[in-house]
């Protein structure tokens, strides 16, 4: 088992920035991929950004240029920067972790994120 606890959401305005971090704890086995997801009320959840445990990354196209996913691997811990946020990125932001190995897959809790003036 793994456990995800995520810290850093909340109110900011159009432009600001926020910083999400997500550690992991419990059955770690490398490689992983850690990520964050987002999802709005009554649409799917999707694909923020994710890092492997060897550090490559994939991104929305939608945050490309704005967000930053990084990592620290002796803490398991991912993070989010966020910076010239929108309004559209309001959502709730989901921790992931995934056992590339086995595809074993643990969401945290989700972090609301409000981007509004």
């Known amino acids: 088992q793994v456990q995800l606890v995520e810290s850093g959401g909340g109110l900011v305005q159009p432009g600001g920035s926020l910083r999400l971090s997500c550690a992991a704890s419990?059955?770690?086995?490398?490689?992983?991929?850690m990520g964050w997801y987002r999802q709005v009320s009554g649409k799917q959840r999707e694909l923020v950004a994710t890092i492997t445990s060897y550090g490559a990354t994939n991104y929305a196209d939608s945050v490309k240029g704005r967000f930053t996913i990084s990592r620290d691997n002796g803490k398991n811990t991912v993070r989010l920067q966020m910076n010239s946020l929108k309004p559209e990125d309001t959502a709730v932001y989901y921790c992931?972790?995934?056992?590339?190995?086995?595809?074993?897959?643990?969401w945290g809790q989700g972090t609301q994120v409000t981007v509004s003036s």
């Open positions: 992931k972790f995934q056992v590339q190995i086995t595809r074993v897959e643990y």
């Open positions: 419990g059955s770690i086995f490398s490689p992983y991929v």
